[in-house]
């Protein structure tokens, strides 16, 4: 690959961490942005509506584009600096959050407005993904990678724990133009922070140099379809991102069908505050010894929560499952992310680890989809007063009355996903590839101090 003034050998960038702490660091306060702008849209689109497909329309549109463009962003990050896409992606956003606070200015926002958004944003989020995960290996020592992981569920935890509660207090001072305003500064200290740093650019082997976008596509997927045990791995996390996705899209109507935007804050905030805690528990412990185990532990763990979630119309129960989902998500997510990092070299990791999101994230548009329609055309009216449901054992457990339809959704989703678990981890194949799959990266993986 011919050098340009942004891509640095990686020899030339020592593995110290300063690198990782100081983009997470900019990266974390323009999520604290996002996630303002992100709750403040969500009580809007509620209060126009009343509905839940609204919102399964959004998360749907903020999903396909993505999903469809990762193995092409992968090829991308590949082939272009990393640093330099990073920076595009948080650029444009920028000008996408300002696009919202210029419609809100002239009274002009509209649903339709919110798609197209969605749509875009999903867009920008598919090229920016694979460079962030791709560069971690180039900059975090590997022994460490549990730890840098970690951190970054630690961050999307803090702005889950903090945006609710700032955004309930900034409502009241500034007002939603506010709110956006403050998100569209926020994009400065990621962009800045990437000015700032050097991420080394891995030269391509030369037996990749000629390939083309659909030819790196491709390999992605025959690289990962070769191995048995990650390729039915990825397929379990696929199963699992569609029943996490197909009810917790609906969290926010159900607890709204019943309780106030302040109880909606408070359980979001209680769900940051278990994701927090998992992320802290992921960054100081840098992961189990057998990876693979450990996350589908953690996962079975983490849809116990969605059973809980769904029992009862009561925010101390629902915020219980809640945290104890999202305190588990880090966990499982940070160990099975190293596997990935050491088994994959680093100047293929854009196009493996694109087409490896694009195949676990593949059923989420389908549940993203079904969700709104089912919860509000079939299960809500299963468990409506004198519902169809309402007097049996179903409706005595769960009670009956708005939002329980999307409990029992709640429950469903958890019950399958812990019988999917335990079938996923009597597959010896799945269950034993760090053992039968040799690292990609060295245990000497230091680069020289300058």
């Known amino acids: 690959m011919t050098s340009t003034a942004l891509e640095v050998p990686a020899a ?20 604290l942005g996002s996630g303002l702008t992100q709750f403040a849209l969500g009580v809007w689109i509620y209060d126009q509506t009343k509905q839940a497909t609204p919102f399964a329309i959004t998360v749907l549109l903020g999903a396909i584009p993505r999903t469809l463009l990762l193995p092409i962003a992968g090829s991308v990050a590949d082939r272009i600096n990393r640093r330099a896409i990073m920076i595009a992606a948080d650029t444009l956003s920028a000008v996408l959050t300002l696009f919202i606070f210029i419609l809100l200015g002239t009274g002009s926002l509209q649903l339709w ?37 970690g951190m970054v569920q630690m961050g999307q935890a803090i702005t889950t724990v903090l945006t609710p509660v700032m955004a309930g207090a900034l409502f009241v001072f500034i007002g939603f133009n506010g709110i956006i305003m403050i998100d569209f500064v926020t994009f400065f200290f990621a962009v800045g922070a990437l000015l700032l740093v050097r991420i080394p650019q891995p ?30 791995l990825l397929l379990y996390y696929a199963m699992v991102n ?21 109880v909606l804050g408070l359980i979001q905030t209680v769900m940051g505050v278990g994701m927090l805690a998992g992320s802290i ?122 939002g329980r339809g999307i409990g029992l959704m709640f429950i469903l989703s958890g019950l399958t996903g812990i019988v999917v678990s335990v079938l996923v981890y009597l597959n010896p194949r799945i269950r034993n590839l760090e053992s039968e799959l040799p690292d990609a990266l060295p245990d000497e993986d230091k680069a020289p101090q300058p």
């Open 12 to 31: 030339e960038t020592p593995k110290d961490m300063k690198t990782f702490f100081t983009i997470w660091g900019g990266q974390l306060i323009s999520l």
């Open 113 to 149: 407005h919110i798609y197209i958004i969605s749509v875009l944003s999903s867009v920008l989020s598919a090229f920016q993904e694979p460079a962030y995960t791709a560069s971690i290996s180039m900059i975090v020592p590997k022994e460490k990678l549990g730890s840098a992981n």
């Open 203 to 232: 030269e391509r082997a030369p037996e990749h140099k000629d390939k083309n976008v659909w030819q790196d596509m491709a390999f992605g997927w025959h690289y990962l379809r070769e191995r048995k045990g990650l390729f039915g």
């Open 242 to 262: 569609f029943l996490l996705n197909w009810s917790a899209v609906l969290l926010i109507p159900m607890v709204l069908s019943r309780f106030t935007a302040d």
């Open 281 to 402: 528990i992921m960054s100081a412990w840098g992961g189990a010894k057998r990876r693979i185990p450990a996350a589908i532990g953690f996962i079975i763990l983490g849809v116990t929560g969605f059973v809980i979630a769904g029992l009862q119309p009561n925010p101390w129960v629902i915020g219980a499952g809640i945290f104890l989902l999202m305190f588990s998500v880090p966990l499982a997510s940070g160990n099975s992310q190293v596997v990935f990092q050491t088994k994959v070299a680093r100047d293929i990791q854009g196009r493996v680890f694109s087409v490896r999101s694009a195949i676990s994230q593949s059923m989420m548009p389908l549940a993203f989809l079904t969700a709104g329609p089912l919860a509000d055309k079939f299960f809500e009216p299963l468990l409506k007063d004198g519902g169809a449901l309402a007097g049996t054992f179903v409706g005595q457990l769960l009670g009956t009355g708005a």
